[in-house]
């Protein structure tokens, strides 16, 4: 039996179902969401939900919700802890309870879909590959192996979730992508993707770009910057793919302080480094970070951090010397700056 079909049985006999996004949630998991939805629904369930944390901030995100008039609820506890008998709990886009999500450690899941590195993953139902580029893609063929439409809405999520998780083909890309894009390509709507490759953005968003740019530093190969305190959250991701096409530049770090914690967003094209590899050794200990060879992210409470001084300019600048000190001791770099 199928993926796709294991998958249909296990809905089939189900009476609802609530999918939940990681936190913060990207087109890639917002996608899979909605694909998801759409198999429960062809399995006769009626009643389905998608749930999230956290922020849908950056302009893609919230141009993907709002132009494709995804219906998304606020996550609530409850609706996870008080499930009936025959109310399923699905993971797309990340694996395990209390990983970037807010289920509790040891909920019991039904469904996980997911191309991030993990392990020891618990489902009644795991499709769970790490060598393929986007969970977009394996939502795209479950819907063509069960003989699913492919309408406008759907084909277009889920292609322009495939192209940005992959940066257009050019980051973690496989011949899977390729089928999955060939798939639902003649389905797509072409204006609403080209709305959704071109949303308008926010000023923050842009002075969070320039402050990464102007308090870049180079070792070696390797940068590092700060966006100081913001609240564009995805901000950092966008400063860290800009600055990793400088010149001479394969490994690339921003972080940030955002309201309570810091975060990081790496890159890297550095065969020698594997950039989620990277945070989690240098982070794990006080927070969460991990990610893929090329692409990763993580997020430390700013605990101790917020109690040396309540100035926001020497708190800044403590948390970048612990920070550039930790990293450059996990890559084995000097102390010369350029």
Do not use: K, W
Not at 17 to 29: A, G, K, L, R
Not at 43 to 50: K, M, T, V
Not at 103 to 131: C, L, M, S, Y
């Amino acid at each position: 039996m199928s993926d796709a079909r294991e998958l249909e049985d296990l809905l089939g006999a189900g009476e609802e179902i609530t999918i939940v996004c990681h936190n913060n949630p990207d087109p890639d998991c917002l996608a899979s969401a909605f694909a998801l939805g759409r198999i429960a629904a062809a399995s006769g369930i009626d009643e389905r939900r998608i749930l999230y944390s956290g922020d849908i901030s950056h302009q893609q995100n919230r141009a993907f919700v709002n132009l494709l008039e995804l219906e998304l609820q606020p996550f609530d506890p409850a609706m996870v802890r008080d499930r009936e008998d025959g109310a399923l709990l699905a993971f797309v886009d990340h694996s395990r309870p209390g990983v970037n999500n807010e289920i509790p450690e040891g909920t019991p899941v039904d469904v996980v879909i997911d191309h991030h590195p993990a392990e020891d993953i618990e489902a009644r139902f795991v499709d769970h590959r790490e060598g393929i580029g986007a969970t977009a893609t394996i939502l795209t063929e479950y819907v063509a192996d069960l003989e699913i439409e492919f309408d406008e809405t759907l084909a277009t999520a889920l292609l322009f979730a495939i192209r940005r998780e992959t940066l257009e083909f050019l980051r973690g890309a496989t011949t899977e992508e390729y089928g999955a894009a060939e798939t639902l390509h003649e389905h797509v709507d072409g204006d609403l993707l080209r709305q959704l490759a071109n949303p308008s953005v926010s000023g923050a968003t842009v002075d969070a770009i320039a402050e990464a740019i102007e308090n870049r530093t180079v070792r070696s190969a390797t940068l590092f910057s700060h966006v100081g305190r913001t609240s564009e959250r995805d901000a950092l991701p966008q400063a860290a793919d800009y600055l990793a096409t400088l010149e001479g530049v394969s490994t690339t770090i921003i972080f940030g302080i955002v309201e309570d914690a810091i975060h990081l967003s790496a890159r890297s094209t550095d065969s020698r480094v594997h950039a989620g590899d990277l945070l989690a050794s240098a982070f794990e200990e006080v927070g969460s970070a991990g990610g893929h060879r090329e692409m990763a992210g993580g997020q430390i409470p700013l605990g101790i951090f917020a109690d040396y001084t309540d100035d926001d300019e020497a708190l800044i600048s403590i948390v970048e010397r612990v920070i550039t000190r930790r990293l450059a001791e996990e890559l084995n770099l000097g102390d010369d700056e350029s």
